[in-house]
């Protein structure tokens, strides 16, 4: 996913690191702010696939860090859970101010309950979505509950969390007492979405049930099942954005989004740090492609390979049943097998070997047809089947014309 790296000041002038994700489709897009988990930052894996999920259903994604964390100015210690939703709220200024209005807003854990306490805010927000919430802010004070007892007699003590230390002072626990978590809950009048595991350790799943209860009508509830409260399977992180990205169409408007107004009729994105996880554009259609687990890829779509032979079984189908309806034929269902190899198979006709390794390029197609279908028919419709126009562009010479951005010279090569 193509992301920029900006910054914004928050109200008491401090300079906040962010990053927006944006959908490689044209805009105008709808905006979410993402706030992380508690001590957290925006490039944990779950805000990066979470994120992902959501570009590429076409809204813009903007993560940064809270005050003191990450790579934002600010002295941790000095803030507390009404500091991170001033932040939440100069997210949204920014954004407006410079793009338009945020309309989503998702955060997990501690930043899931300030994502609660802004949206109640932000008039713009029409959707708020909490992962691993709790309920109540003061709920984290059991992450410290070793030192709760040394913060209140000293005024501050320096607390392990989750391997790193962290100086907390006593006026961050008496800002979480003071919140009134049921009145902004009951009062929201947002579309919520409460999603949960039943195996949070660190966030009892209670705290779901309590955010559902208290939150009036329209609200959901989406359990993500055998998931860890930091989401730190790419599987679970990704599923709770693909979630997310189709709840949020039935509340947020979704302009009707350009084509690409290039010559082009796909772009393909794939940044460094997402291994093998490429985001595909096509028209107005979102999709990704990836490599199995095996070969070090993230497996959350399918090969290249796999796409082709998707392409050829899609373009097969559609050509055969284009064909049956326009002579009026009872065809009802296509169902196309394939499969790609290498293959030193021989041919009458071997001028396609690859020079480097002696093979050709196999595909096979094993075709269904139901439908109450005479012979002659059945014959015809694999007759077709050959010249379907992938089939016939697979087939065919072809010329590949590549050139760098910026400069003008094509590098032509030719295909067998």
Not at 126 to 144: D, F, M, R, W
Not at 159 to 164: A, L, M
Not at 239 to 249: D, E, L
Not at 349 to 374: A, C, V, Y
Request: charged share 25%; proline share 4%.
């Amino acid at each position: 996913m193509p992301s920029e790296k900006i910054q914004f000041v928050n109200n008491n002038g401090y300079e906040l690191s962010a990053r927006i994700d944006w959908p490689l489709s044209k805009g105008p897009y709808p905006f979410a702010i993402f706030a992380h988990v508690f001590t957290g930052n925006k490039n944990l894996k779950s805000a990066r696939h979470i994120s992902r999920a959501l570009t590429l259903n076409g809204v813009a994604v903007l993560r940064f860090d809270f005050t003191g964390l990450g790579e934002s100015e600010g002295d941790f210690a000095d803030t507390n859970f009404t500091s991170n939703v001033d932040d939440l709220i100069s997210a949204a200024q920014f954004l407006e101010q410079h793009y338009t209005p945020p309309s989503i807003i998702i955060g997990h854990s501690l930043g899931g309950a300030a994502s609660l306490f802004a949206g109640s805010q932000l008039h713009s927000i029409k959707a708020i979505v909490t992962i691993g919430a709790p309920s109540y802010p003061e709920h984290v004070t059991h992450l410290l509950r070793e030192s709760v007892e040394e913060i209140e007699a000293k005024g501050c003590a320096r607390v392990d969390i989750g391997g790193r230390v962290f100086e907390i002072k006593k006026q961050f626990l008496d800002d979480l007492k003071a919140q009134n978590h049921i009145d902004v809950i009951k009062n929201l009048r947002k579309a919520i979405l409460v999603m949960h595991s039943p195996q949070d350790r660190i966030v009892e799943i209670d705290n779901a049930a309590h955010i559902y209860k208290l939150a009036r009508h329209p609200k959901s509830f989406v359990t993500l099942d055998g998931a860890d409260h930091m989401l730190t399977s790419k599987d679970d992180a990704f599923y709770a954005g693909q979630v997310i990205s189709s709840w949020v169409k039935r509340y947020v408007d979704f302009h009707e989004r350009e084509e690409l107004k290039t010559d082009e009729q796909v772009v393909v994105q794939l940044d460094k740090q997402d291994i093998y996880t490429a985001d595909i554009q096509a028209g107005r259609h979102g999709i990704v492609a990836d490599e199995p687990e095996e070969f070090g890829g993230n497996d959350f779509g399918p090969s290249p390979y796999e796409l082709l032979n998707a392409s050829l079984g899609a373009c097969t189908a559609m050509t055969l049943q284009m064909y049956a309806k326009r002579k009026k034929w009872p065809l009802e269902r296509v169902q196309v097998h394939l499969s790609h190899r290498k293959t030193t198979f021989y041919y009458e006709d071997m001028t396609n070997l690859d020079p480097k390794t002696g093979k050709i390029d196999r595909f096979e197609r094993i075709i269904k047809l139901e439908g109450d279908l005479d012979a002659e028919q059945r014959k015809r419709l694999m007759e077709i089947a050959n010249k379907c126009p992938i089939h016939r562009t697979l087939a065919n010479p072809q010329v590949f014309a590549t050139r760098l951005t910026g400069e003008e010279e094509w590098t032509i090569t030719k295909g067998h």
